[in-house]
């Protein structure tokens, strides 16, 4: 009965003594003489009762401890800024970007033409070291409505009301003021809620020894640059604002051949493939942008304009396209890999 | 007069009897859970030691075995509750000598299902994160907090009326056993000597108490199904899922409850104090709780099955007619339907019929829980190919581990504590005798006047 009494008395007293007073009190109850028969009997057995009812009570305020934790500076949570984020991009006069990802499906043939996985895949994988069987930046490969398929290359959709986020018991996972969602890998418990909450099927589990290179050892790992894989957490597509910051654009578009894939600022209203620099807001209206599952309300980063690769000379009853491969396979020591 | 004290006598032997006696059989019982557990701590080694890639587990599939016994542990515990404070405030004196073996099954249970939260973490060893990081807004989180309080009430609830019975302990194994013992019982009778004032005290209590956890345990089935409800995916986005959680919670508690009762008994001859009436009683309320589970479950699926939107359509085929179907038609015939029948044929409303309605609907609900985890997971989010899984022997391993630590929990409780509520079920017997003799009414018997008479007698 000790944790009642402890949370009762912690109450009452509300300092660090009271553990001892708690054990005096256990241990002097049963042998305290009896009290007089009088109107006032028994009082010390009904005030221990009532304390104990008020144990009961008194742990519904459990999630103090963590407050008090914060408090007492054990974890300072909230000042200090999670591990490895820098600070946000702005625009020249000082505004935050909010980064965005434009895909044009008209110029995505799935790299049917060249015969190869798709490129921004691999091109993702190559720079993340993504442990095999993570596809961050994944190409489905959907039916349209009048048969034949599309290719519709999928990062995470970098929601403005993330699910995901919203879940995390411990905010392994945020939102930065970018508009980016990231995971802290080295928070992260590994409930996995935000796996069952992402709604894209956008996150992928290191459900063991991640296979990765050993030069991805040596990387210095943050969230928006998760290298190495850690095991037991949740990974995804981060977005590459570290490399935004810099100037240069996620692996996934230096990876497209066909330049369909465009990142860009909506706050500055541009957006690049690499090859144009257009207005953002144009490109999405003239051709009909969408988002993906639009209807869930979790307004994403990442807009898609509706087609087949018929830019790319793409025929839409032409499925199929190459595996995706893992090239640094051989040389990850002892990894284990695992079907998605 | 002294038939009545031979009565009380026999009664307490009956509830010393577990504690003074240890046969062979027990310590078998003992060491083959023990084995069990050791397995499964084996398992949990190899899982810590190469990640729960040794689970059937995927991505896609991302919840599974570990996440359906938790669910079904924290619902079994509800069986404690629903006994012991929803009949006491009720006032069914019926429910005497089954509360404490109902108030073991709760604390027992919330014990063993928060093992299995921690089991299905990828990093077990940052568990403490989620009190220095904690976050309010996350169902996790509301999780942790119910369970907690759930556990902390139940066990005040399960300690306070059994007061004394260890004070009954404590007096009459003065001497009598060993040192620990003797120690343990005068510590936790909490000097006890029933006096008219610690009646009243400990009935005031009990009154504060047994109102107080209603409301906390409905809370926690609701709060454990909102880790479900409060995602987008299809079988899940209901606002029915925590009242159909609490349902399924003391119906499968109630099934756990029997099964423990008919084991008791036989085992500690414990025929006299739970009789077939008990059984009836508790088929009774299982096959009402049957129906409440057949009306929610109408409910969900016809309002979803209706319209048919996006992904119900693959959901209902892989529970009707595919994948999943032998045994969801078994849980809908053999776990809700049958035990109603059971109940209310004649034939079968005994001891034998109401545990075998008891087994079916246990592992009926446990079904039921691991397919709201898989099947839901299961359905597609994006175009690719419907995922499988299948638990792997690690997983399978550590479920059998947590229903070995469940049953052996109990039968240590069994030997340490009255697993008899002896006042109570005096007190009953005394208020029946004499409403029988003399025609006055059970409750004018005042609590503070007859029993601790009884208490004093066995402290001398």
Excluded at chain 1, 80 to 107: F, N, Q, S
Excluded at chain 2, 337 to 350: K, S
């Amino acid at each position: 009965m000790r944790p009642q009494i402890d949370a009762a008395n912690s109450r009452l007293m509300n300092d660090e003594t009271n553990e001892a007073a708690v054990s005096d009190r256990v241990s002097d109850d049963p042998v305290a003489p009896p009290q007089p028969t009088t109107n006032g009997s028994g009082f010390g057995r009904r005030r221990f009762l009532r304390v104990l009812g008020l144990g009961a009570l008194s742990i519904v305020p459990l999630p103090v401890v963590s407050e008090l934790i914060r408090e007492g500076g054990v974890a300072d949570s909230q000042s200090e800024p999670v591990h490895g984020r820098g600070a946000p991009a702005r625009t020249r006069d000082g505004r935050v970007r909010r980064w965005t990802m434009i895909i044009d499906l008209r110029a995505c043939d799935g790299c049917q033409s060249i015969g190869q996985p798709p490129r921004c895949t691999a091109a993702c994988i190559e720079g993340h070291f993504a442990p095999e069987p993570m596809e961050w930046m994944q190409v489905f490969e959907a039916d349209l409505a009048g048969g034949g398929t599309q290719f519709i290359p999928t990062p995470c959709q970098q929601c403005q009301n993330p699910p995901c986020v919203n879940v995390c018991p411990v905010g392994a996972t945020f939102s930065t003021p970018e508009g980016t969602v990231l995971i802290d890998q080295e928070r992260c418990i590994g409930c996995r809620i935000c796996m069952a909450a992402c709604p894209y099927d956008r996150r992928f589990f290191n459900w063991g020894k991640a296979p990765v290179p050993p030069e991805a050892l040596l990387a210095d790992y943050s969230p928006e640059h998760q290298v190495p894989a850690k095991k037991g957490t949740v990974m995804k597509c981060d977005f590459c604002p570290d490399m935004a910051r810099t100037g240069t654009l996620p692996y996934c578009i230096q990876g497209c051949p066909q330049q369909a894939i465009y990142y860009g600022d909506l706050e500055e209203d541009v957006a690049t493939n690499g090859r144009e620099v257009v207005s953002a807001s144009r490109l999405l209206s003239e051709n009909g942008a969408y988002r993906l599952k639009e209807d869930l309300g979790t307004e994403p980063r990442v807009y898609y304009i509706p087609g087949h690769g018929e830019a790319a000379g793409r025929d839409a009853f032409d499925p199929g396209r190459s595996p995706t491969e893992w090239p640094w396979m051989e040389r990850a020591e002892g990894a284990v890999t695992w079907r998605r | 007069m002294a038939a009545l004290n031979d009565w009380q006598n026999r009664l307490e032997e009956t509830a010393l009897g577990p504690v003074r006696r240890t046969g062979r059989r027990f310590w078998a019982v003992v060491a083959i859970l023990l084995a069990i557990i050791g397995w499964g701590l084996y398992a949990y080694s190899v899982q810590l030691r190469d990640g729960l890639v040794v689970t059937g587990m995927r991505d896609r599939i991302s919840w599974g075995l570990y996440i359906a016994t938790f669910v079904f542990f924290i619902g079994i515990s509800h069986a404690g509750t629903l006994i012991s404070a929803i009949l006491r405030v009720s006032n069914a004196r019926w429910r005497t000598p089954v509360t404490r073996m109902a108030e073991f099954v709760t604390v027992v249970a919330l014990i063993c299902g928060a093992s299995f939260v921690v089991i299905d973490l990828g990093r077990p060893d940052r568990v403490l994160n989620v009190f220095i990081y904690g976050r309010w807004q996350s169902p996790i989180i509301w999780d942790v907090l119910a369970i907690t309080t759930y556990l902390t009430a139940s066990v005040t609830y399960l300690f306070v009326p059994m007061i004394p019975d260890l004070a009954l302990f404590r007096d009459r194994l003065a001497g009598r056993s060993s040192r620990w013992r003797g120690s343990l019982y005068r510590t936790l009778a909490i000097g006890w000597h029933g006096r008219p004032a610690q009646w009243r005290s400990l009935t005031s209590a009990i009154g504060v108490l047994m109102i107080l956890i209603i409301p906390i345990a409905v809370s926690v089935h609701t709060v454990v199904s909102w880790i479900f409800a409060m995602t987008m995916r299809v079988p899940w986005d209901s606002a029915l899922f925590g009242a159909f959680f609490v349902a399924g919670a003391i119906f499968s508690g109630i099934a756990i409850l029997i099964i423990v009762m008919a084991i008791l008994r036989r085992t500690y001859h414990l025929e006299e104090y739970v009789t077939e009436k008990h059984f009836v009683y508790l088929g009774y309320l299982m096959a009402a709780f049957a129906a409440i589970m057949i009306y929610a479950n109408i409910s969900e699926l016809l309002v979803h099955g209706y319209k048919l939107q996006e992904g119900v359509e693959f959901h209902f085929r892989q529970l009707f007619l595919a994948e999943f179907a032998p045994l969801f038609w078994f849980y809908l015939l053999g776990g809700l339907c049958a035990p109603i029948v059971i109940a209310l044929v004649p034939a079968t409303r005994n001891v034998r019929g109401i545990v075998a309605a008891a087994i079916l609907v246990t592992l009926a609900m446990w079904i039921e829980r691991y397919f709201i985890v898989v099947t839901g997971l299961r359905v597609p989010l994006m175009p690719y190919e419907p995922a499988s899984y299948a638990p792997t022997w690690v997983e399978w391993s550590l479920l059998a581990a947590g229903l070995a630590a469940f049953a052996l929990l109990i039968t240590l409780f069994t030997k340490l504590f009255p697993i008899i509520a002896v006042w109570e079920v005096a007190e009953d017997h005394e208020a029946s005798a004499v409403q029988a003799g003399t025609g006055i009414p059970a409750r004018a018997i005042p609590a503070t006047a007859d029993s601790p008479r009884l208490a004093e007698e066995a402290g001398r």
